[in-house]
């Protein structure tokens, strides 16, 4: 692995955040009836960040829970490794909220389908926005965010690396250029 380049440093990542928060306001005419979900590694800290700048800016003290797809993944199966999989961590009821649910990198869009059959089996909201910090293209599921913080293309032998404080020591987004990739 080689670091391209440093996307955003820690400053460049909070007004990211931000410009999100604002535009979740903004796009749902207010915190009402609105909960936040954020998926297991990363997405949970960045939705625990916005929920905290909900508090700031609107006041809102929303529901936030976090939510792990690793059994509803598509490759679970097919996986060499063994997954490390956790507990998705949801004390409150979803049937009619607004679900923002919140990951780093959107790739495939194969992570976010598994999220949305883990929502359904929870219960029936009334919509699911997504919340995505960098979109590097490569589709191969008809998925788009709601709320993207920066789009970055990239090749097949590239990656967007996110580090956050809460889990790397540093916030930060790299592109990493990728030698041999085996996928």
Known sequence: MKIKTKVADQEGLERILTRITHEILEKNK???N???MGMRTRGEFLARRIHNKLKTIDGADLPIGVLDVTLYRDDFRTRIKQPEVSVSDITFDINEKH?????DVLYTGRTVRSAMNAIMDLGRPASIQLCILVDRG???LPIRADYV?????TSQNEEIKVRMTEVDEEDAIYLIEIDGKDE
Not at 149 to 153: H, L, M, Q
Request: charged share 20%; aromatic share 0%.
């Open 149 to 153: 913080g920066k789009n970055i293309p």
């Open 99 to 103: 679900i923002i649910l919140v990951d």
């Open 138 to 140: 490569h589709r191969e």
């Open 34 to 36: 609105l909960v936040l």
């Open 30 to 32: 207010g915190s009402g």
